[in-house]
């Protein structure tokens, strides 16, 4: 099993700045790749951001991509999501999730950690 806990979310202003952890504890040695989503109310969880444990390899949704930073820190077992120019429409709770296959597949989901963006 692994634990997934996400830290860092709050309020802040429409062009602001805000950087999410999630830290994974458990077997993390399983873990293939981490990854980023969010909810915003009445709407699907949506894809924001994911990497490669090992090699760091990255990719981004369209909705976030050169406003948002995805990184880990192996040895803290540790992933960030940092966010930039942010929006009242990137308002949601966002959640870290874990998974041990190469199709992307999530095994583990952390609790969620809101973010909201006022205008």
């Known amino acids: 099993q692994v634990q997934l806990v996400e830290s860092g979310g709050g309020l802040v202003q429409a062009g602001g700045s805000l950087r999410l952890s999630c830290a994974a504890s458990?077997?993390?040695?399983?873990?293939?790749?981490m990854g980023w989503f969010r909810q915003a109310p009445g709407k699907e969880r949506a894809f924001v951001a994911r990497?490669?444990?090992?090699?760091?390899?990255?990719y981004y949704s369209d909705s976030v991509k050169g406003r948002f930073t995805i990184s880990r820190d192996n040895a803290k077992h540790t992933v960030y999501l940092q966010m930039n120019s942010l929006k009242p429409e990137d308002t949601a709770v966002y959640y870290c999730?874990?998974?041990?296959?190469?199709?992307?597949?999530?095994?583990?989901w952390g609790q969620g950690t809101q973010v909201t963006v006022s205008s």
């Open positions: 990497i490669t444990w090992m090699g760091g390899r990255t």
């Open positions: 999730a874990a998974t041990r296959s190469t199709g992307w597949e999530y095994d583990y």
């Open positions: 458990g077997r993390t040695f399983s873990i293939y790749g």
